[in-house]
């Protein structure tokens, strides 16, 4: 042996080479874990937290009962029953929409799928529950995630072009579809 | 025939032609009121002498020619075929009413494609309009003054090709309608670059995908002003991005 | 058919060669090849119009691009679907017709089975279109179909077809160019037959249905090919479903004997199996009321009772009643539990109404229980014939093969109805007919009578049958010779030249068919017309020949199949008469049992014993004679006699409300089965949705009735049933596209020839009793209406959005004479009781006569006397003189 690799060997210097990032962690004491829920992680812009349906600034739900989120979703989560607005002959919007959250698996399809941006996906996480039951949303419920989560809401469209303005305007005079 | 049997305006499915399933099915012809108003002559006087008028062989005869526009004495002109466009307006029609320069004339009605004062020597029969890229068709001269905005006359056209479309097929029904349209942007200097390409395209998916010629028709205005007076255009659009009066929108934004 | 091998033409498509016979289109050529040319505008039962331009091709030696729709395919065609040229063609015109369309696409219910959806996705078309888009104002259309013009692509197929194959002609083009739309014909909400046509050929959503409005994608529904639950003609319908409720019906181009047209009924009537009012448990009277109970609890009550009565007083103190609404298998069941669990004839269905009468004549004279000729010998036919069948109400489809027959093979219509024509809002037969005899539905024997009388006295019979039969030729022209011209003449309202001229046109036709509809069927001594009429076609020779015959047009969705089960007293299973001995032990041997031979009793005879306490128990499936026969015939006080009454029900109707138990049916959309339809063609009845509630298909009723009586008829499923029906009925049940029809039997001509005729010819060459009309007073008579059919449809809420009551309809010049206007209210009032409704007036009722449907009618029952024919037993008590008085 020569004389460097014994010197090696007697002062475990190998070993205190791969102890050195360890060494280094315990002088600098860093702490990496997040002491939740006291401290709670900064989540990224596109986190895809709970689902929530959303509004316009004048207070109607966006939401036009197309279907269109029940058929992209991959885990058949979402169930929607279409109707036409009280009071506002062939407008169309969604009359019950139900979302079972123990099956939703979170990928956003629906977010995607969905034509007037009606559905958005908040930061919440803290969701967990003693009954299951508690996890099949209602429309209600995720209307008012979409309040607490989405202050600023997108401007209700005034069509100007004199040729589709009365589109502002629902068509009150026609009779409510049959029952 | 289809009004005339009590149906709406719309063109028939030709084959069968009216020739052998015309109105109430039966064998008809239909022709114009000129031609018939030849008949007596011809009847009276004999083919031969009809015949030796005009520039034989194909473009025989008398034809009257509805002249209008800026001259002197707009009005109707029976002449014989053959005689120069030149002849027609300067002489017959009096000339150029303020004595302005030619700038262009139509040589047949609203669906001929305009021509220049380079071919005011152009012969009046069937074969030299045709050869000079137009057509003679119902013999309607419209004639345009140095300073008529073309864009603006070829908009004009396009409306009433837009208000006359009777609306059964959908390449001129839709088309003319988006034309209009693009047309109007462009005179209110609303414009962009790419809407010349548009209109090309238009008129090109246009031109012989209709059920008649109306479809054709209606876009020879556009191509030929724009084949001829292309930089009108451009001027216009030029103007209407410097003024910057389009607030264009990109799509896909989120609020 | 006339050419067998029509001329051929070979022509190539993308490289692929084909044969066409010729005249077809290439667009159908491509189609036979495989390739799908796209399109908007053509429709296969529509003449080409080609105003989409979509099906542009390549055709070689053409300059430009030919439309497919429009061209004809010739011998050595090339023709080219998939170059670059076509494509940027189909590419663009995709461009153009997106350029107005809004982007409704998350909105429209066409969304997903959208052509223009299609077709872009195809395609990837793109729009630069950056202009705005055309509108038009949203208006209100009507109750059921709803437009949204800013959708459509102006393809025309709405007003095609509302025009060509319906001939309503209520739909029109409105506008020129870009502003074109479609709208109703006349500045009035849309009001029409409602067959839905212009829902289903709509490719896009500019017309769509208001009754499913909003309330599935197409994604999600379930489907199930069934038969039409309605009238006779049997439509094959496609019923949608999602979770178990009923969302749509559809038809499929050419599918069944429909060739996938349909009527309000079938279209929009489907909302009655799932009316709320659904009986969905079983009831047992206690105490004076009808309380739920469980399966076991009825049916040990009905089996106990049962068996005492059978005790006390035997089999013969039964009866039975079933609707023909029931499927092949349940009136087969019914018949066989009648007959061997119960041991008693006395069993009836609702053919008795009226379809007994066309049945026996057929039978009586040419040996046949079906027709003879089937839809597609009606649409070549060269002559028809319709006598009292209000067509385009009743029958609508067999309606749209006579229209077809007319409109495009210029066949001769002769109609003798109780119509006038006019134009109105609902297609009315009497427009498209050549010669046209209006009468009131009494006298359509005396109509018939003149008919004969023009060929004996017109010398259209026949030659060889004068000399195959000439003592029947000789006593029916004596016969003829007794009456007067001038009697009928005044009978019937219309002279002698009218009936000369239908004589002459009747003899001249080569393909001859005779339609009588339930207007005349179900009218007094409809049963001697019926034989009058077989007597015209033999004496005209047109009995015999290919392609002519007589049709009687049958009434509800199974009545056909009602008689060919053998659910009538005196019929069994395959018609043969309970009194042939040889038919009898066929069954038996069939059944391993012996039948009772006691003749049994029918409708009228059974309520008669009921009345006098004979009968003691009836077993009623699927009618209400409580609300279908006059009180007059004493049918409540009879049943409410009874020591039971079980019936099975789909709703609680007048009768289930006197039962002593009453189940729970499910409806002809929650089982199986097959119906068959008018022209006996018989067709596959497939469950939509699951029985509603407790109920249970009246054939598992049946049997478990049997089997609590003790002589259990068990069954896994309703096809072992029709394989039993296949063993005990020779030759039966051909499933398949189109029947065999049987052909006349020559022996039974012979027999009838020979000696039939002699037994009633007196009473039938005898005109009927004149109506004598005095002021102030109508001939009120009971009619069907195209919405409704029986008092099913009345529980549809699509239908009753378009009829919800039952008006008293008018000829203008009566109501004006009267002082009446439409809308107002009147008093109907004879010796027999008074009825109240609202007037209104219709151009196509004749003078004389008003129309009450009679859907609604149960209360204006008590205004007709109930006449029982002598040789079928028919009742019939359609007809009545009234007073009319406006009131209040």
Redesign the interface.
């Known amino acids: 042996m020569t004389f460097t690799a014994w010197l090696k060997t007697i002062t475990f210097y190998d070993i205190f080479v791969g102890m050195k990032v360890t060494m280094k962690h315990m002088v600098h004491y860093r702490p990496v874990t997040l002491q939740y829920p006291h401290e709670k992680r900064t989540l990224p812009d596109n986190y895809r937290g709970m689902l929530a349906l959303l509004r316009y600034d004048d207070g109607t739900e966006k939401c036009v009962g197309c279907d269109l989120c029940e058929a992209a979703c991959p885990s058949r989560v979402i169930r929607v029953v279409s109707a036409e607005v009280p009071g506002e002959p062939t407008k169309r919007y969604s009359k019950e929409y139900y979302m079972d959250m123990t099956r939703c698996l979170f990928c956003g399809l629906c977010v995607d799928a969905c034509p007037v941006d009606a559905l958005g996906m908040t930061r919440e996480f803290e969701w967990s529950v003693y009954d299951k039951r508690q996890l099949h949303l209602n429309k209600e419920q995720l209307l008012a995630i979409g309040d607490r989560s989405f202050p600023v809401r997108e401007k209700q469209l005034e069509l100007q072009h004199p040729n589709v303005a009365f589109f502002n305007v629902a068509f009150k005079h026609l009779p409510q579809k049959p029952g | 025939m289809e009004s005339l049997e009590g149906k ?1 305006g ?1 063109p028939r ?1 030709k084959p069968p032609f009216p020739a052998t399933h015309g109105l109430y099915n039966k064998p008809t012809v239909v022709n114009n009121i000129e031609t018939l108003a030849n008949l007596p002559y011809i009847v009276g006087r004999g083919p031969e002498w009809f015949a030796s008028i005009g520039s034989p062989p194909k473009s025989t005869g008398t034809r009257v020619f509805c002249v209008s526009g800026h001259v002197k004495q707009p009005g109707n002109y029976e002449v014989p075929m053959g005689v120069t466009f030149r002849e027609l307006i300067y002489e017959h029609a009096g000339g150029m009413r303020s004595d302005k320069p030619l700038k262009a004339f139509i040589p047949g009605g609203a669906s001929a494609p305009f021509l220049t004062p380079s071919h005011l020597d152009v012969k009046l029969d069937f074969e030299s309009v045709a050869a000079a890229g137009s057509m003679l068709g119902s013999g309607g001269v419209t004639v345009m003054e140095e300073g008529t905005d073309m864009v603006w006359a070829a908009l004009r056209l396009m409306e009433f090709f ?10 001129c ?6 034309l209009v ?2 047309m109007r ?1 462009i005179v209110a200097k609303r414009g962009q670059m790419q809407d010349l390409e ?1 209109l090309v395209d238009l008129c090109k ?1 246009i031109e ?4 008649c010629a109306f479809g054709d028709a209606s876009v020879a205005p556009i191509m030929s002003t724009l084949k001829h007076w292309r930089p009108e255009y451009v001027t216009l659009i030029q103007e209407a991005e410097s003024a910057n009066l389009i607030k264009l929108e990109p799509a896909g934004v ?2 | 058919m006339d050419n067998i091998t029509a001329e051929h033409v070979r022509l190539t498509i993308d490289g692929i060669s084909i044969s066409v016979p010729k005249g077809t289109l290439v667009i159908e050529a491509a189609r036979r090849v495989g390739v799908m040319i796209p399109h908007f505008c053509y429709h296969p039962k529509l003449k080409p119009d080609a105003n989409c331009r979509m099906c542009l091709v390549e055709v070689e030696r053409m300059p430009k691009l030919q439309t497919s729709c429009s061209t004809v395919a010739t011998e050595g065609m090339t023709v080219r679907t998939a170059t670059t040229v076509v494509h940027n063609a189909h590419k663009s015109v995709l461009e153009f017709i997106l350029a107005n369309h809004p982007l409704d696409c998350p909105v429209c219910d066409q969304g997903g089975k959208c052509d223009l959806q299609d077709f872009s996705h195809q395609y990837t078309a793109t729009s630069r279109f950056a202009e705005t888009k055309r509108i038009f104002q949203k208006e209100y259309f009507s109750p059921l179909i709803e437009t949204q013009m800013n959708r459509c692509v102006q393809c025309l197929r709405c007003v095609r077809y509302c025009d060509e194959v319906m001939d309503v002609k209520a739909l029109a083009p409105i506008g020129r160019g870009t502003m074109t739309e479609i709208k109703s014909f006349g500045a009035h909400p849309l009001d029409c037959e409602f067959c839905g046509g212009c829902v289903q050929i709509c490719p896009v959503g500019a017309i769509t249905s208001r009754l499913s409005m909003y309330e599935y994608r197409p994604w999600m529904l379930k489907r199930a090919d069934t038969v039409c639950m309605f009238c006779g003609d049997g439509c094959q319908i496609t019923v949608q479903t999602k979770d178990q409720e009923l969302i749509e019906v559809n038809s499929a181009q050419g599918a069944g004997r429909n060739s996938g047209d349909l009527c309000a009924r079938g279209f929009f009537g489907f909302r009655a199996a799932s009316h709320p009012d659904r009986l969905t448990h079983p009831l047992i009277r206690r105490n004076g009321a009808l309380v739920e109970a469980t399966w076991e609890e009825a049916l040990e009550f009905v089996a106990e009772h049962t068996k005492r009565l059978k005790l006390s007083h035997g089999p013969q103190a039964f009866g039975g009643l079933i609707s023909g609404r029931c499927t092949n298998e349940e009136l087969y069941l019914f018949q066989k539990f009648m007959r061997l669990t119960i041991g008693t004839n006395n069993l009836d269905s609702s053919a008795r109404y009226g379809h007994i009468n066309g049945v026996q004549a057929m039978r009586s004279v040419q040996g046949t229980h079906r027709w003879t000729v089937t839809f597609e010998d009606i649409v070549q036919a060269d002559v028809l014939l319709l006598i009292g069948t209000n067509i385009t109400e009743a029958n609508p489809i067999t309606g749209l093969k006579v229209k077809e027959a007319v409109k495009k093979h210029e066949a001769t219509l002769l109609t003798i109805e109780a119509i006038q024509p006019a134009i109105g809002t609902i297609s009315n037969i009497s427009n498209l007919s050549k010669q046209h005899v209006c009468v009131a539905p009494s006298q359509f024997g005396a109509a018939v009578l003149g008919l004969l009388k023009a060929v004996v006295e017109g010398n259209h019979i026949d030659s060889t049958l004068r000399q195959q039969a000439p003592d029947y030729v000789s006593a029916v022209s004596q016969a003829i010779q007794q009456l007067d011209w001038e009697d009928l003449a005044v009978s019937t309202g219309v002279s002698s030249e009218s009936f000369v001229q239908m004589a002459a046109s009747l003899a001249g036709g080569r393909r001859v068919v005779a339609l009588a509809g339930q207007t005349l069927l179900r009218s007094q001594g409809a049963y001697g017309v019926c034989l009058n009429l077989l007597d015209l076609l033999l004496l005209t020779g047109k009995l015999t020949a290919q392609g002519c015959g007589f049709a009687p047009l049958a009434e509800e969705n199974n009545d056909q199949g009602a008689v060919e089960m053998g659910a009538v007293s005196a019929l069994l299973p395959g018609v043969l008469d309970l009194t042939d001995r040889d038919a009898r032990d066929q069954i038996t041997r069939a059944w391993k049992e012996d039948l009772p031979v006691a003749t049994g009793a029918t409708l009228i005879e059974m309520i008669g014993l009921a009345q006098t306490g004979i009968i003691k128990g009836l077993f009623i499936v699927g009618e209400n004679p409580v609300g279908s026969l006059p009180p007059q015939t004493g049918v409540k006080e009879a049943l409410s006699k009874l020591d039971l009454l079980v019936c099975q029900e789909l709703f609680l109707t007048e009768t289930a409300a006197l039962a002593h138990v009453v189940l729970p049916a499910a409806s002809a959309m929650e089982k199986a089965g097959t119906f068959t339809n008018t022209e006996g063609h018989v067709q596959a009845v497939r469950p939509a949705i699951d029985p509603v509630g407790d109920s249970r298909p009246d054939w598992e009723i049946l049997s478990a009735f049997s089997v609590f009586l003790g002589a259990p008829l068990e069954y896994g499923d309703a096809k072992e049933i029709l394989k039993e029906i296949r063993a005990v009925i020779p030759g039966y049940g051909s499933l398949g596209p189109s029947p065999i029809p049987p052909a006349v039997d020559p022996a039974a001509v012979d027999r009838y020839m020979n000696e039939g005729y002699r037994r009633d010819l007196a009473t039938r060459y005898t005109l009927p009793a004149r109506d004598v009309r005095q002021d102030g007073t109508v001939q009120l008579g009971l009619t069907q209406s195209l919405f409704h059919s029986g008092k099913l449809s009345t529980y549809s809420t699509g239908l009753l959005q378009i009829e919800p009551s039952g008006l008293l309809q008018m000829n203008p010049v009566d109501a004006a004479r009267l002082g009446l206007d439409a809308g107002d209210r009147v008093r109907l009032s004879n010796g027999q009781g008074k009825f109240t409704t609202t007037v209104k007036v219709l151009d196509r009722v004749p003078e004389g006569l008003a129309w009450l449907p009679d859907h609604f009618a149960q209360d204006a029952l008590r205004l007709f006397d109930c006449v029982v024919d002598p040789d079928t037993k028919v009742p019939s008590y359609r007809t009545a003189s009234v007073s009319v008085v406006k009131t209040a």
């Open positions: 709406r719309l499915i837009y208000h006359e479309s009777c609306g059964k097929c959908s390449p029904r839709e088309g003319s309608s988006w349209q693009t942007r548009t998916n012989g995908r209709t059920v989120r609020h």
